[in-house]
Structures are given as structure tokens and as C-alpha cells.
């Protein structure tokens, strides 16, 4: 247990003090903390157009105008853009937590040193393990901080009880999504002969999850899917999406976890105020199959490295 | 042989390795498979808008109600194009990163740069032949997606494209070219720049996601009618023009808005092909002279990057003292 705990705390350490990492996690902290700021400052515009809107269509004599959409919604929609910075520079940050992770040993050479020690490739891996899920959530835990402070410094969203509740379970999905990609940056990174390969490869899968799948499913553009507001708008009507979402929605990892995200968070004015457990229920489909296929990346890691051998060590840039 | 002889023979080799290369070829194989599907879902979206629309008709006819407000969605072919034109700036830079990182990377990976560079052939030809057989090699990208999308759009959109049609894909195409090379030259400097050749390619990726996700990602977020879905001015019934009476009260917002998402080159290349297709409805329907007289900034903006990032690329490559991989 000490080995497994060492190699961890190991791990964390070095991957803290890699400058790539450290970019990407500044990023990755600075568009959480302007995320709330964004969100504040939008929503704020948006009704004082709403109310001019009002004045201009009361100054021409249009009496029946529906009250602001806005007001339905809660203080915590102003997070709703941190979903779109973890579903993109949190993925693109967990990948390169698991790819570094092995090619860092695999690529100085320490690791065929490693395996003659008296340590198993099972507790190395263990170590790895437990070390990238502890960076992953100080990250984590970073960002959660970060939201709560920022709803009580900003003005106009202060969160009740049941906010913090959905943003802490919002935070707790994000860590399992992000450690999917952990795992497949890790499990490239085991497999792939070519360093730049085991980058590509994760990326081009991350491209699809994100993308690709949630496209044939929703129908959505791109840049529709990263707009917070439309990006749980559901699929049009036809036979075409209805095959896509039956055969493709269950295993549309980028799409769950941005559909469950925006309705815990409040975010679409169809399902405001839906309770914290019903939405959980509604969803234990999506997180049951995140959790699987964080579980299978993970099982495959092990199997790779139990058969790893010190002969295949000859990975190039 | 002559200098142009040099430059054109690097270009040549440059040309054939990528195509023997599997990173460069699945990727490839994969922006050609998201812009196909992107079309495929494109038509099926807006068949299944004229499936509304009818059902909606035959429902306020059988009430006896008035169908003279209901709109019937019109096709506009080019439309089909959107997601095409969002992969092209997402993938196709993506593609653009690995050609450019490629193309260093293989030198100094190898150690073939100090044998090359005791040839006679100087640094600025040898990179200038690098860059025009990337050139070339997205030059080809272009014109198979180009075959391509015209094919798909005409088989799946049942229609077949104009001459003005076509040609206005092929300028589109043109100025992806020009951005996709902004890309590579990135790319390039800085698997020039950069000692370790994985971290060149990870700060790669997060320029691109900072410039082609993050930056329009905000801007859009922050536009007002963006806060509502359906827009805000649609549930509230108001008509283009009287939109921009009440915007004016707004405008210092708007030109913040305006001016972050100017600052990505994505926006830019977004803005202009949307333009030129007719994607976006102002410009449906609109004369070529038009839209190139209201979309010249961007034109500009995109040129003078792809000049001054490969300017760069190139200056990187000239002056680095050690380009090869330091033992």
C-alpha cells in the first residue's frame, strides 16, 4: 500500500511541476473563473434589452408581451458556460494527465529500471492510477471552489443550498468524464509505439465524442453544441434521427454528459426546476454508461500493462 | 540546379511522404467522412423542418385558422454546407497541426536536417519547399473535399448546382486554403521553436482551442439573442429592423462582443464563407460585389495572418541556431 501511495504521490508531483500541463490547467482555471463572470454579464444585458424591448413595443402599442424568459431562470444558469470549458479544455487537460503519465517513464527509460525493483507492474500501475485520480481531483475540487467563491462575490448570484447540491454533483460527473479521457490518453499511451501517435489518437476520438456522435444524434452544428442555450435542444423529428439516437445516443458519451450537465445546472428553460433526484433518475442511464466506459478504458489499461513487456520499450517522437 | 529546382524538389518530397503517412491519411479520411455526414444530417434536419412545417399546415387548416403567417422552409442547397464549413475550421486545422508538426518533426526526429543542411540548399528554400508542398498537399485536401461536397450536396439535396453555385464553394475552398495554412505555420514555428517535440504539439492544440473553440464560443454566448433559445426578439415578435433601433442603445456591448471575436481568425474565415455560401440569410441571395464589399475586413485579416505566420514560420526555421534534436 505504501509503494502504491508513494508512486501517486510521485506521480502528482511530477506532473505539477510539467510546464505544458501547467498552461493548460491556468487556461483551464481562468475560463472557470470568467465563466460566472460571462454568464453575469450576458444575462444582465439581456434583460436590459428585454426591457427596452418592452418600452419600444409599449411606445407602439403592443400591450401583450410575455414576461422576461430570463427571470425563470435560476442564478446558477449564469455556470452554465463552465459545462462547454470542461467539455473542451478539461478533455483536451485529461488526456494529457494519462498520455504524460506513462510516456514520461516509457520515454526516460525509468520504467524498465522500475520493473526489475521489487515492484509488480500491478502496484506501479495502481500507483499511476491512484495518483492521476488525485491530480484529477484537485482540479476538480479547484474548480468547484472557484464557482462557489466567484457565486458569492459576484452580485445577483447567490446560490441557495440546493445550487451548491447540483453544482457539487455537476463537478462529480465532470470528474468521472474526465477520467474516461485520463484513461484513454493512459491507454494510448501504454499501446502506441509512436509519442505523437498516442496524442493523436485520443484526440481524434475526443473530436468524435464531442462532435461527431452528438451531431448524428441532435442534429446540431458544431458550434451549436458548444452554445450552453441550444446545446440540449432536442433532436429534429424523422426516421433518420430517431435510427441515430436509438443506435448511436447510448454510447454518445459527449452528449450525455452535456444534456445531464445543462439540465442539473438549470440550463434549458423547458426543464427549470426539475428536483435534483428526478433528473438523476431520468439520467442513470447516461451516468450508468460513462462510469462503463471509464470502467473499460481502465480494464484495458490493466490488461495492456500486465502484459507489458520490457522488450517493446523503444517508443520515438 | 537552380534554386526554384530545390525548393520544388522539397516540395515534391513533402508531397509524397504525407501521402504515405497514416496519421496525416486518417485524418484526412476522417475530415472527408464528418463533412459527408455533416451534409447527410444537414438534409435530414431540414426534411424534417418540411415535415413540421406540413404538419402544422394540415393542423391550423382542419381548425380553419389563418395559414398565411406559417412560412414554408425554403431550400437553399449552399445551406447544406454549414457543417462542412464548421468542420473545415475545426478538423481541417486540426489536419493543418499534424501537417505542420509533421513536417518538422520527421527532420528532427530523424537527424536528416543536419545532413540536408550540408547540401547546397539554404535554410529559407528548404523551408520554402516544405511550405509549398504543404501548399499543395491542402490544395488537393481542397479540391477532393470540393468534388466531394458538390457530388453529396447534388445527390442528397436532389439538385444539381449552378455555374455561380460552384464557383462561390470553389472561392470558399480558396480561403480555406489560406486558413488552414495559418495552421500549419503555426504548428511549424513552433515544432521549430520548441525543444520537445510533443510539447510543440500540445501547445499547438491549445492555440487551436483557444482561437477556434473558446474565443467565437464566448462571443457567442454573450450575444444577447443567443441567451434565449429560439432568440430573444423571435418571443417577442420583433422584426429585423426594429432590432436594430433597440441594439443601438447597446452598441458598446455589441463592439466588445464584436471586437473578442475578432480576435479569433476562425471567426474571421467563419464570417466570410457563411457569407459567400449565403449561410447566413443576410447575404442569401446576395451578388458576389456585395458581399466582398461588406466582408473585406475579414478577407484581409485571414490573408495578412497566412502571410505573417508563415513569415514567421520561415524566420523561425532561418535563424533557429539548433534545429536538429540536441542529444
Not at chain 2, 148 to 162: A, F, I, N, P
Request: a positive charge; one cysteine or more.
Amino acid at each position: 500500500m505504501s509503494s502504491i501511495l508513494t508512486i501517486a504521490m510521485q506521480e502528482v508531483k511530477v506532473l505539477f511541476r510539467e510546464r505544458v500541463f501547467f498552461l493548460l490547467l491556468s487556461i483551464f482555471i481562468i475560463m472557470t473563473l470568467a465563466s460566472s463572470f460571462i454568464g453575469l454579464i450576458a444575462t444582465a444585458t439581456t434583460t436590459s434589452i428585454y426591457n427596452a424591448s418592452v418600452g419600444f413595443l409599449q411606445h407602439n402599442g403592443v400591450n401583450n408581451i410575455p414576461s422576461n424568459p430570463l427571470n425563470a431562470l435560476p442564478a446558477l444558469t449564469n455556470f452554465r458556460n463552465v459545462i462547454v470549458y470542461i467539455f473542451l479544455i478539461g478533455s483536451l487537460l485529461a488526456i494529457v494527465i494519462g498520455h504524460r503519465s506513462f510516456i514520461r517513464e516509457r520515454k526516460s527509460g525509468v520504467l524498465p529500471l522500475l520493473l526489475t525493483r521489487p515492484i509488480s507492474p500491478k502496484t506501479l500501475f495502481m500507483g499511476k492510477i491512484l495518483g492521476i485520480c488525485m491530480a484529477l481531483f484537485s482540479i476538480i475540487g479547484i474548480t468547484f471552489v472557484i464557482s462557489v467563491i466567484s457565486s458569492l462575490l459576484l452580485p445577483f448570484q447567490h446560490l441557495v443550498f440546493d445550487d451548491i447540491l447540483r453544482l457539487f454533483i455537476f463537478y462529480v460527473l465532470s470528474f468521472f468524464y474526465l477520467l474516461f479521457f485520463t484513461f484513454l490518453g493512459l491507454l494510448f499511451a501504454i499501446r502506441t509505439k509512436s509519442e505523437s501517435l498516442a496524442l493523436f489518437i485520443p484526440v481524434c476520438i475526443w473530436v468524435g465524442i464531442s462532435f461527431v456522435l452528438p451531431e448524428l444524434v441532435s442534429g446540431q452544428t458544431p458550434t451549436a453544441l458548444l452554445n450552453p442555450v441550444t446545446m440540449d435542444q432536442t433532436a429534429p423529428a424523422g426516421t433518420f434521427f430517431a435510427l441515430m439516437s436509438q443506435y448511436l445516443g447510448p454510447i454518445s458519451l459527449g452528449w450525455h454528459y452535456t444534456s445531464f450537465s445543462s439540465q442539473l445546472l438549470n440550463n434549458s428553460l423547458q426543464i427549470s426546476y426539475a428536483s435534483i433526484g428526478s433528473i438523476i433518475l431520468a439520467n442513470s442511464g447516461k451516468i450508468f454508461t460513462l462510469l462503463v466506459a471509464a470502467g473499460i478504458c481502465l480494464g484495458l489499461c490493466f490488461y495492456l500493462i500486465r502484459a507489458y513487456s520490457i522488450q517493446e520499450e523503444n517508443i520515438y517522437e | 540546379m537552380n534554386n526554384a529546382a530545390k525548393i520544388f524538389a522539397v516540395a515534391k518530397k513533402e508531397f509524397t511522404d504525407a501521402l504515405k503517412n497514416k496519421v496525416f491519411l486518417v485524418f484526412l479520411a476522417f475530415l472527408l467522412f464528418l463533412i459527408g455526414t455533416s451534409i447527410v444530417v444537414a438534409s435530414f434536419d431540414f426534411q424534417s423542418k418540411v415535415v413540421v412545417y406540413q404538419n402544422a399546415l394540415i393542423k391550423l387548416k382542419q381548425s380553419g385558422q389563418v395559414v398565411e403567417n406559417l412560412s414554408e422552409p425554403q431550400f437553399f442547397p449552399l445551406q447544406l454546407l454549414r457543417g462542412a464549413i464548421e468542420f473545415l475550421e475545426i478538423i481541417g486545422a486540426i489536419l493543418a497541426i499534424v501537417l505542420g508538426y509533421l513536417s518538422i518533426a520527421k527532420e528532427k526526429g530523424n537527424n536528416t536536417l543536419q545532413l540536408i543542411l550540408t547540401r547546397p540548399i539554404s535554410r529559407l528554400s528548404f523551408y520554402a519547399g516544405k511550405f509549398l508542398g504543404n501548399a499543395l498537399l491542402l490544395v488537393s485536401v481542397a479540391g477532393i473535399v470540393f468534388v466531394g461536397v458538390t457530388l453529396v450536396v447534388e445527390v442528397v439535396g436532389k439538385t444539381m448546382l449552378t455555374g455561380p453555385q460552384l464557383f462561390r464553394i470553389l472561392l470558399t475552398f480558396a480561403f480555406t486554403i489560406i486558413y488552414l495554412l495559418i495552421f500549419f505555420s503555426i504548428s511549424a514555428a513552433l515544432s521549430t521553436l520548441m525543444k520537445s517535440l510533443p510539447n510543440a504539439l500540445i501547445v499547438s492544440f491549445v492555440i487551436w482551442i483557444l482561437f477556434v473553440l473558446i474565443i467565437p464560443q464566448i462571443g457567442d454566448t454573450m450575444d444577447p439573442d443567443n441567451q434565449v433559445p429560439g432568440g430573444l426578439f423571435n418571443s417577442l415578435h420583433i422584426i429585423k429592423a426594429d432590432q436594430l433601433v433597440i441594439l443601438e442603445k447597446f452598441s458598446r456591448y455589441e463592439k466588445t462582443r464584436d471586437s473578442l471575436e475578432q480576435t479569433s481568425l476562425t471567426k474571421h474565415y467563419e464570417r466570410l464563407a457563411f457569407a459567400l455560401l449565403g449561410i447566413k440569410d443576410t447575404y442569401n441571395g446576395k451578388s458576389l460585389d456585395f458581399v466582398f464589399h461588406d466582408k473585406i475586413g475579414d478577407v484581409w485579416w485571414i490573408s495578412l495572418a497566412s502571410i505573417l505566420f508563415g513569415a514567421a514560420g520561415a524566420m523561425m526555421f532561418v535563424k533557429k541556431r539548433m534545429l536538429w534534436k540536441e542529444e
